[in-house]
């Protein structure tokens, strides 16, 4: 099994700036990807961004320049830091990682979501 646990959500004004940690647990060694998707209401969750196993990024283009992902092997840990907030990106932001399982099924695990409200 594998637990995620988000902190680093919050309100914040337009221009401002949030870090989201995301700290990974259990069976976490054989993943493909970690990173984040988003939800705001009334729409379908997107991803934000992503990183591998290998250390290869991706971002949505709407955060590109502002969101930057990275990754800390030792603590099992994600971050996005996010840079010159808008209100489009208030969302519940969610931390997903991509795994195989023993049986080489792709299994995706998600954490409970955090928070992120931009005031304009």
């Known amino acids: 099994q594998v637990q995620l646990v988000e902190s680093g959500g919050g309100l914040v004004q337009a221009g401002g700036s949030l870090r989201l940690s995301c700290a990974a647990s259990?069976?976490?060694?054989?993943?493909?990807?970690i990173g984040w998707y988003r939800q705001a209401p009334g729409n379908e969750r997107e991803l934000v961004a992503g990183?591998?196993?290998?250390?290869?990024?991706n971002y949505a283009d709407s955060v590109k320049g502002r969101f930057t992902i990275s990754r800390d092997n030792a603590k099992n840990t994600v971050y996005l830091q996010m840079n010159s907030l808008t209100p489009e990106d208030t969302a519940v932001y969610y931390c997903f990682l991509e795994r195989l399982s023993d049986y080489g099924l792709l299994l995706v695990h998600w954490g409970q979501g955090t928070q992120v409200t931009v005031s304009s």
């Open positions: 259990g069976s976490t060694f054989s993943f493909n990807a």
């Open positions: 990183v591998s196993s290998g250390g290869s990024t």
